[in-house]
């Protein structure tokens, strides 16, 4: 504890508190503008405030909120109800929640367990209590949640609800390849529950709900999750068709996973099963027989203040658009003019009123012009797509008065831009439109552009069609969509004018690391998904360059040096295909009776035929060169003489039981806390005998560039003293080399923190061609002795975190 405050759980949180202590004004935009990490955009931005726009929560009821992640999503829920309890178990959060909330008269923060603050107020109860569990934090097991829901159910008010998000052990961004928060590993507790936080399945939910004899419950589900949430559905609305149009996916660690989410849900909402992956579901549980009449909600947190709203729609036929914040009333009256403008020009449009500060519509039970158009691709109706088309640019040409001046003239003076309406309703796209009864009916007009050229709309249309149904290629070509409405000499231009208008929409200029967060490779899940195959197999020895070799042709890529020290150990022993080199000087020539040629020349040979041996001392471009090529660990190994030395002296470790005869970890072991103690147990449980090494104060001074806290001496008899632990040596410059280390220990297998993971493929592949192996257990997040080291030097100089 510094100055009163505690310690941060993980970085995430010190970087939030820091930044709230130092912008008072809660104006973070600069923040999220220059540090793009996504988990900051959570906690800091106006979009998680959204989580429970849509609800209709009474203006006079009072909140219990569990947990308030820094007061991401409080803001609106402050707004519309009377009074908010936040409890926050964690200090730091419960210090820097109050801190930034402390203009908010209507909210106060309690630092205490929500057991604890229901021993204390046994007799308060409440309207609703929220309770958002957040995992990078957060660590339930199954009773937990029992305990939880046991002690929130108490403090209900005769006709309260609690409504709580709870992560699904079936999301799809685990089946994409999340990792999970605590263990680190991708996959984990899809089929079990061997990750820090118990998760549930859908079904198990609702028979855990069920148990605890709530006369009332009701499911939502939020896409793409609860921190951004755009879409909720409900299982009286559920999704069925494509609702990638409507849906942005933010991912943190995209070059991770292995299938696109975006695509993903596509696919599972075909099929109807959506709501079993939904990542998170929302869960709302009451001791009476009532629940909201809500089917679905639209939410668009990530625009302007005043044009961020919660559409909903309800069982009573009737649609409403919530503002978000006071300044969406604004928003609420032009889009409201907007409708009754096209009436006058004759555009059929949805009435709007409103009614309480909300827009009020009715709901129309058809598919939009999107959904129409998608089922004609599919039926292969080419003139029925373009009469609809057609239909959509009749209502554009009609929407409005026309006019000389066009505000698209300073890209190109001299263009035919065609006619220009003087207010043009630029969101006359398929999405924004139903199909009845053979007809367009207008919805959600919102966003308008004086003097306009009608084609610009009409681009839009056209281009969200061909981004978001690809297949109408097959029917039409872009280029003749293009000619047909006279886009195609104007066409680069409104991708220009589409970027600045998408910026100002969903606020890029604020949001910088969006393109970030959303993008998608195809590319890099095909090599994680090759990866995975290739790091579960074991038997690749990398550096044993004729080891299972069988029928195999044998290329060598390199001829010179290190290519004959190759040729003069195995060049009798096995024949020599041909060597591959990236001169073009030595295409044609001969080595030893072998033709030279072009790397291009391997790509001829059939995969599963041949095996390339790099024969080059500075090997990583090659292996680089390969895998552009598409060629990877399964079809070449790496010829290291001084690796090759060693081969004859390879082992075969594992035990019978799983477990390593002798296993191998080195650390500083500095200021020694659970992290060290969690690395030492999982080493022993994976081996019979266990060697840790110390590093001495020289080698962290030289090699991490810090001088530890606690001197050598003393930190080698800490370790000693660690039961988990057999034998304890002294890491200096003499054997810090981990292959130099083999030779002498012979380990098994090397263990690690799985922060060295991404730096320690090369050494993997090294000890596996030896017979070892190299593992990386879980980084402990929460301690390490960089931060207890931060956290004393602070404490010494007597300085508040920032």
Known sequence: MINGIPHPLNEIDADIGAYIHS?????FVDVIRKDQRLEVARYLSDIPNSLFAWYPFESTSNVL??????????????????????????GYRAYFLQKRMKDIMNLSVIHCDVMDFQKKESEQVFDYIIWAIDESVDRLREKDYEAYFLAMKSMLSPNGKILAVIPNRFGARF???????????PFEGITDNHSGTYRF??????????ELSFKSVKLYYPFPDYRNPQLIYTDDHPPTEDISERLKSYISKNEERVLSERILYRKLAQNNVLT????????????????????YSAISSERSRDRAFATVICNDDKVKKIPIYNEGLSGLEELRQNAKEQHERKIPSLNITIENGMAVMDRIKAPTLSNHLRKLINDRNRQAILNCLDMLYNHILNSSEYTLENSFAIMAPHEDW????KKAYIEMIPVNCFFLDGELLFFDQEYTMNYCPAGYVMFRAVHDIYNFMPDIVKLIPLEEMKEKYKLTSQWNLYLKAEDELSRKIVNKDIYTGRSTWMNDPEYIFRSNRRTIKLSSDRSIKLYDSISDLNDKKLILFGSGKYADYFLDKYGE?????????????LWGTVKRGIPVKSPDEAGRFIYGTYRIVIAVANYQPIVEQLNAMGIYEDSYRIYQKSMDDLLPFSIADTQSDGKFNIGYVTGAFDLFHIGHLNLLKRCKERSHYLIAGVLTDEIIENEKFKTPFIPFEERIE????????????PIDKNNTNKIDAWKELRFGCLFSGSDHELHWTKLQSQLRSLGSDLEFFPYTQSTSSSILQKAIRQQIAGKTPS
């Open 23 to 27: 912008n008072p004004d809660n104006n």
């Open 201 to 210: 399945t859908r079904s198990e939910l609702l028979h855990f709900l069920d």
């Open 175 to 185: 089946f994409c390849g999340e990792r999970d928060a605590e263990s680190d590993l």
């Open 418 to 421: 065609g006619p220009v309406l």
């Open 573 to 585: 022993q096995y024949a020599i295909e041909l060597i591959v080199d990236n001169n073009p000087d």
């Open 718 to 729: 800490i370790v000693k003293q660690c039961k988990y632990v057999d034998r304890v040596i």
């Open 65 to 90: 909120v569990v947990g308030g992640s820094f007061g991401a999503f409080l803001t609106n829920i402050c707004r519309r109800t009377q009074n908010t309890i936040v409890v926050e178990k964690d």
């Open 276 to 295: 079993t992956f939904s990542n998170y579901f929302i869960a709302e549980c009451s001791n009476y027989m009532n629940h909201t009449d809500i089917l």
